[in-house]
Each structure stands twice: as structure tokens, then as C-alpha cells.
């Protein structure tokens, strides 16, 4: 089921931040919302996750459906090791035979299934990022939700967790939206692109990623295309 | 001459050689049990209310509120008094007990309450995101947040505890305790056996500290 956003108008105070925000995301596909810093994205976010209330306006397909995130920063536990951390939220709805294959199996998707013993201070910030994908993954949901996972990597890594995140995305398909400023993340990631204005936000344009998740590369032609496009619309 | 010279200030020789001999004295053993004992009973009732009392007041702030000013009293309260005021409510044997329990508690309680404070925020909001039940929120993120706190404050708790215990014991003279046989050996002037007492209640409260020191290292997700 997609999620469809209708007339939603929230505000902060004085501050418009939708005035008549209409948007679907598509099922079993990755909506990039790509726009400037300030413009709502992460106020999108918490409006579906219920986090935070709207004004007016409808969410459809969100109701007991389960949601899983992926943070700005990795946000492991940093007394459990790496397997530890990802069994940490399938702990109240799984048994423990189900969550060790679930756990092994989605740290294997990330190229980790050698340092689940090791301890989140003692990995690199790209790998924490990929440990908590592998555990965004491996709790079932049908929602996923995504601020800016990658921000504070540089640019080759990004490029790596990227191709990790097609990897895990392949196996487990799920209405994702992610929202970001970054147009190489969603170039890579997103079968479809939001372009949002600034406050109060508003679609601006909408363009369907030609590049199957597989073939993504930041050299491809038709990307490459579509980054000019997304350079002017951003300016 | 030489005599009085002991009394004041006996000869390391002199007070090795009582050491070894209290070591092997009838008494010493059931005496350093005894204290051991009464310290451990007192501290581990502290505990247990440290943390209790500890994790509610982080997470509930009328009921840190409602005992704060509690532990504002019992904090600055000379040790003195509360052994004199345990004296004359408890049995002997019970009067270290209470004493170390309310110089301990305070400490254990407010290290546990700066642990609940320092839980990062963060953690908490992915916890209520994914809807985890209080006891996974409880054991996997509260407590190991809190147990670099509360290990501090044991180790803390832990020495003062030995001594409030002895002082304890020293004025409410139980049968068998290190306190009363430090004041038994500072009636007959024994120097060189006070000395020999204090040495056994120092051993004592380093190889606690340094057991528990190494726990504390041992923590695997500490950084150095």
C-alpha cells in the first residue's frame, strides 16, 4: 500500500512549514525527498512516523503498519557488540532461534558477519552507519524511514553504504522515504526524487530514477543527466 | 625510656611482629569476618536503595523531589552522630550496619541519579520509535547506561564504608569486630597492636577497591 499525503498544513508558531503538501510514495520503492536545509523534511518524517502532530490534512497507509528508521547517526548501544545491537529490537518480538538467523543473515548483506563481536568504539563511522542498515533491515516492517543517513560521510563512503543499502533494499522491499540534501545519495537511492521548495514546502518537480537499483553508479550517463536537472531546480 | 618510646611511636619491626601475630591470635579471624560482614550487609542494602531509589528519582522528579531533601540532611550529618543516635536506638551488632547504610546510600543514589541523567536522549526516542516494552528499555538501555555510575559510586561508597563500620564498631563494641579490638589494644596502650589493627582495616579496604577497579575496566565497551 503507498503512503498518500493529502492538503497537510502544519505549522510552528508563526512558522508555515506545509501549507497544502499533496504526495504519494510508491510501494516497495525508495521516494528520495531531496530540498534545502529548513524546508520540512524532517518535520515530514515525524508527521508519518506520528512522532509529531499535523495541522489538517490526511496520511493514508500508515495506520498498523510497522515502521522501521534510519537516524542521522548511527545510534548503536555502545555496551552491545555489533550482532547485539541489531538483535537489540527484534529482543520483544522474535524468538531467539528466528533472531540469530535474521541477524546473521542481514549482517552478512553489509559485509559484517566477521566483526559481530567487536564493539561500536572500535569501528569506523561508515561501518557504525552500516550496522545500524543491518538492523533497520533485519526488523520487519513495511515502512522504512530515512533522515539523512549518510550526512556526515565523505563522499567515497557514501558511494560504499549506498551500494550497501541497494543490497539490503533488494532483499527486503519496503515503502521508503528518505529525505535529504544530498543529491548523490539521491541519485543512488531513490526510484523516484521529490524536489522540494524551501518554506512552506511544496513539490517542485518529481522524476522517476530510469537506472535500475542495480546498475547505479554516479558515472552513469543518465544520472548524470538528471544531477544537472536537480542542480538548477535546487539553485 | 625505650618503653615510652613504643607507646608513642612503636618500631616497624615491633609492629610487623604484632601484625603477623594478630594474624595467627584467636580473636583476629571472627573479628575481620564479623566486620566484613556488618560493612557488606550495610553496603549492599545501600545499594540496593541506591539503585532503586536512584532510577526512580531520574525517571519520576516528584519522587526525587519527595526525597531529596532527605538525603540533603543525611549528607552533611557528622558520622558522629549518627553512631550515637544509632547507639541508642539498635542492638550493638546492628549500629555499623545502619551507620554505613546511611553514609553509603547517599552516594550510591546520587551517582545512579547522574547515571539516569546521562542515558542519552537519543536512544530513548529509537526505544519509544519501535515501541520496545519497559523491561527491554530497563535492561538494555537504562541499567548499562547507569553501571559506569554506579560502579564509581561502590568503589566510593565501598572505602568510606570500611571506615564508618569501625568507627561504628569502635563506640558500639560488638563481640567480634576490628573495632573493638583496635579500642581494646588503645586501652592497654598497645601501640604497636593499634598500629596491627589498622593495618589488617587498610589491607582490607584496598584489595576491595582494587577488585573493584578491575571490574570496572573490565567494561568492554570503555574506550581505554
Known amino acids: 500500500m503507498p503512503i498518500t499525503i493529502s492538503s497537510l498544513c502544519k505549522r510552528f508558531g508563526d512558522l508555515v512549514v506545509f501549507k497544502d503538501l499533496n504526495l504519494t510514495f510508491q510501494d516497495q520503492a525508495v521516494t528520495a525527498v531531496l530540498g534545502p536545509s529548513g524546508c520540512g523534511k524532517t518535520t515530514l518524517l515525524n508527521i508519518i512516523s506520528g512522532v509529531e502532530d499535523k495541522e489538517a490534512g490526511t496520511i493514508l497507509g500508515t495506520d498498523k503498519r510497522k515502521i522501521s528508521y534510519l537516524f542521522q547517526e548511527p545510534r548503536l548501544l555502545p555496551w552491545k557488540n555489533v550482532y547485539a545491537n541489531v538483535e537489540f529490537l527484534l529482543l520483544d518480538i522474535m524468538s531467539p532461534e528466528e533472531r540469530k538467523l535474521r541477524v546473521e543473515h542481514f549482517l552478512k548483506l553489509v559485509s559484517l558477519n566477521e566483526f559481530s563481536h567487536y564493539y561500536p568504539h572500535t569501528l569506523s563511522g561508515g561501518m557504525k552507519q552500516r550496522v545500524s542498515m543491518a538492523r533497520a533491515f533485519a526488523y520487519p516492517a513495511d515502512i522504512l524511514l530515512m533522515d539523512e543517513p549518510f550526512q556526515a560521510l565523505d563522499l567515497r563512503l557514501k558511494i560504499g553504504l549506498a551500494k550497501s543499502f541497494n543490497m539490503l533494499f533488494l532483499e527486503e522491499e519496503r515503502t521508503a522515504v528518505f529525505v535529504t540534501h544530498d543529491i548523490h545519495e539521491a541519485l543512488m537511492l531513490g526510484d523516484e526524487i521529490v524536489v522540494f521548495s524551501q518554506r512552506p514546502g511544496e513539490v517542485r518537480d518529481r522524476i522517476i530514477n530510469p537506472v535500475p537499483r542495480r546498475e547505479r553508479s554516479l558515472s552513469n550517463e543518465l544520472l548524470l543527466k538528471i544531477e544537472k536537472r536537480l542542480y538548477t531546480l535546487l539553485r | ?224
Not at chain 2, 526525587?64 to 549518627?82: D, E, L, Q, W
Not at chain 2, 564508618?164 to 560488638?174: D, F, G, K, S
Request: proline share 6%; hydrophobic share 55%.
Open chain 2, 1 to 224: 625510656m625505650l618503653l615510652s618510646a613504643e607507646i608513642i611511636l612503636p618500631s616497624p619491626e615491633i609492629t610487623v611482629l604484632r601484625f603477623f601475630e594478630l594474624l595467627s591470635s584467636r580473636d583476629f579471624w571472627p573479628a575481620l569476618g564479623a566486620t566484613i560482614l556488618r560493612g557488606l550487609a550495610g553496603f549492599f542494602i545501600s545499594c540496593a536503595a541506591g539503585i532503586i531509589c536512584g532510577i526512580t528519582g531520574g525517571l519520576k522528579p516528584r519522587f526525587n523531589a519527595f526525597i531529596k531533601p532527605y538525603i540533603a540532611i543525611i549528607k552533611p550529618t557528622p558520622v558522629m552522630s549518627v553512631i550515637l543516635l544509632a547507639l541508642i536506638w539498635f542492638k550493638t551488632d546492628n549500629v555499623p550496619i545502619f551507620v554505613s547504610f546511611l553514609i553509603a546510600f547517599p552516594i550510591i543514589f546520587s551517582n545512579v541519579i547522574e547515571g539516569v541523567s546521562h542515558v542519552d536522549g537519543k536512544l530513548i526516542e529509537m526505544a519509544k520509535l519501535y515501541g520496545l516494552k519497559r523491561n527491554t528499555k530497563l535492561f538494555h538501555i537504562y541499567i548499562p547506561s547507569i553501571t559506569p555510575y554506579f560502579l564509581a559510586g561502590i568503589s566510593s561508597g565501598l572505602g568510606i564504608t570500611w571506615k564508618v563500620v569501625i568507627a561504628a564498631e569502635v563506640l558500639a563494641q560488638p563481640l567480634h569486630a576490628l573495632g573493638t579490638g583496635l579500642q581494646a589494644a588503645k586501652i592497654q596502650l598497645e601501640t604497636a597492636e593499634v598500629f596491627a589493627w589498622t593495618g589488617a582495616a587498610i589491607l582490607l579496604s584496598v584489595v576491595t577497591e582494587k577488585s573493584l577497579n578491575s571490574i570496572l575496566r573490565r567494561l568492554p565497551w570503555r574506550d581505554s
